[in-house]
């Protein structure tokens, strides 16, 4: 039972290259999520899937696309990366039963030159 | 605009002491408050969790304390250990945006030897 999986661990990019960055999950949730981690900003919400087939932007949304896959997985899409993209990109899941916690991968650490 | 207020940025507690971390929000449409705990190179975790309805909840030496009026929460951590050095985010989660869930931004806690 690996949890939430992302790949990759680290990314560089150089100004306009594109990248999708990849999660999946396998304890059978509904909700996956996409967050950024910056310093002193904490964790901000990108994109959510309450479930299969459905997406929804978070917080702030712009300059990224994302696709559920399938249950187990939720990609992330920079189309055209921008200096202002790098950041701690981190997936979570999220059970069905209201409160039940979200789990959180390791994390990629993007960095856009 | 942060949602969670979360103080203070950085906290430094000799061992054995109490480590206190404080948050703030406006919205009352939020019903459900976890802490996370992260290590570095990790993604967060769930540490404890407390809902509005409740004022205090307990899980060993960590402790949430809740006060609905003042929309306040603050988590408290008894008898402080080097190993308790990590960076703590508050949350709230909001239903009906999707289940969102809104991040402070993050205590660094050192507890020194």
């Known amino acids: 039972n690996a949890g939430v999986t992302q790949t990759p661990k680290f990314q560089v990019l150089k100004t306009g290259q594109s990248m999708t960055l990849q999660c999946a999950q396998d304890m059978n949730h509904n909700s996956m999520y996409w967050y950024r981690q910056d310093p002193g900003m904490g964790l901000r919400l990108i994109y959510y899937?309450?479930?299969?087939?459905?997406?929804d932007k978070g917080e702030v949304p712009n300059g990224y696309n994302v696709s559920r896959l399938n249950k187990r997985e939720f990609s992330l899409r920079l189309e055209s990366a921008a200096p202002s993209q790098t950041s701690v990109y981190f997936c979570?899941?999220?059970?069905?039963?209201?409160?039940?916690?979200?789990?959180f991968g390791p994390g990629t650490r993007l960095t856009v030159l | 605009q942060q949602q969670v207020k979360q103080s203070p940025q950085s906290l430094i507690v000799q061992k054995g002491g109490i480590s206190i971390i404080n948050c703030a929000y406006e919205?009352?449409?939020?019903?459900?408050f976890p802490w996370y705990q992260q290590f570095p190179g990790k993604g967060p975790a769930l540490l404890i969790a407390i809902r509005p309805d409740v004022s205090e909840k307990k899980e060993g030496r960590f402790t949430i304390s809740f006060n609905k009026s003042a929309k306040q929460f603050s988590l408290h951590i008894m008898d402080s250990q080097p190993g308790d050095s990590a960076t703590y985010f508050c949350a709230a989660h909001v239903r009906y945006t999707g289940n969102q869930f809104y991040f402070g931004t993050g205590t660094s806690l050192t507890v020194i030897p």
């Open positions: 919205n009352t449409a939020f019903d459900y």
């Open positions: 899937s309450a479930s299969e087939g459905t997406t």
């Open positions: 979570a899941s999220r059970g069905t039963v209201d409160y039940n916690e979200q789990f």
